[in-house]
């Protein structure tokens, strides 16, 4: 009886050993390239299959993107029409961003307006990084120059009014996010995740056959710390957080965030403290993720709401001064809020 047993036990083990073997020889082959873009912002990217590094076409790619759009390039596409008023386009990159800032810009009461240049820049979160000495006056005056329903572009060209300044920082993380997923997809890679200056585009599934789990910060701790609020599953859809807590500065015992309404001319003041937007593309997701930041929590929740291929995780301070969250119905079985 001994002797089947030992057989039968041995039998397993073999098989044990072949299957193992057999998964390790088929185990998806996972690509991580990373680098800097847009001067010191950060990119993962990882994908799995047997592509190689594909590194020298990605950073082609996102270079050729801030030569065309980067306010910090002298001569780049954006920095000569904002000198000159006019562009007839010289890179495929300038139009879709347009394109999309304008269907954002008509879809959020305004308050997403590449325009903004002007104001950005005056309140010290341009190119220059002066800290300002700003007084009514000098808002109305620089409102005059903002208005991104005054830019006239078609497919070959843009034309701005006298004085008016493009500025697609808001925007342009998504953008690039969405360009490398492209590349990626063009080299028939199925799964991905692609991730700039904390914007992100995934597809398929890790390497360990899994949804790809993303990170929302909590927004309440200092500047210098990080702190995961809540965990995001994330298949074929884009993310873009926007919030006041990384990009600001002080003065006078007063707190001045990056987020201007363009409406107004002023810093954005209401208790939203950062929102997490989903979308199909990440360019999408981070247009509306700065439009909400200005727009405040009733109003963008509408519009999440009234629109099929949007969701997002709206961070808050409620009337009782306590951190709480709003998650849209489409992604709530998909975000898991941690727990302090």
């Known amino acids: 009886m001994k002797k089947p047993a030992l ?15 057999y998964n390790e020889a088929n185990k998806p082959i996972l690509t991580h390239v990373t680098g800097f873009t847009m001067g010191t912002i950060v990119y993962n990217v990882k994908y799995l299959g047997e592509t190689g590094n594909l590194k020298n076409e990605i950073d082609k790619v996102l270079s050729e993107l801030n030569q065309s759009l980067s306010t910090y390039i002298g001569d780049s596409e954006i920095s000569r029409l904002n000198v000159d008023g006019k562009l007839n386009f010289e890179s495929g990159y300038f139009y879709p961003v347009l394109k999309i800032s304008e269907e954002v ?20 979160f341009g190119p220059d990084k002066r800290i300002p000495e700003m007084d009514q006056t000098t808002i109305d005056s620089l409102m005059s120059m903002v208005g991104f329903e005054d830019v006239t572009f078609n497919e070959n ?53 899994k949804t ?19 965990v995001a599953k994330l298949k074929d859809r884009s993310l873009a957080t926007s919030g ?7 003065k006078d015992g007063r707190i001045f965030a990056h987020i201007i309404d363009p409406r107004t001319g002023y810093n954005a003041t209401h208790n939203l403290l950062s929102v997490s937007v ?35 995780v709206f961070i808050y301070q409620n009337d009782q001064g306590e951190l709480a969250n709003l998650v849209s119905e489409g992604i709530d079985q998909f975000v898991e809020i941690k727990s302090f």
């Open 7 to 21: 057989v039968g036990l041995g039998l397993l083990l073999i098989i044990a050993f072949l299957w193992r073997s």
């Open 105 to 124: 810009f008509q879809k959020t009461d305004q308050t997403f307006d590449p325009s903004v240049g002007p104001l950005i820049q005056a309140w010290g």
């Open 157 to 209: 060209s843009v034309s701005l009014p006298p004085n008016y300044q493009l500025d697609f920082s808001a925007i342009a993380k998504g953008y690039a996010v969405d360009l490398v997923a492209e590349l990626l997809e063009e080299k028939n890679i199925k799964n991905y995740m692609v991730e700039i200056g904390g914007e992100v585009r995934c597809r398929g599934v890790n390497e360990k056959n």
């Open 212 to 230: 790809w789990s993303l990170g929302i910060e909590d927004p309440t701790v200092e500047n210098s710390e990080r702190r995961l609020y809540a």
């Open 244 to 250: 006041n807590y990384r990009n600001y500065y002080e």
């Open 278 to 312: 989903f979308a199909s593309d990440c360019m999408t997701a981070d247009a509306y993720a700065t439009a909400f930041m200005v727009l405040g929590l009733e109003k963008s929740s509408s519009i999440v709401e009234s629109d099929p291929d949007l969701d997002a």
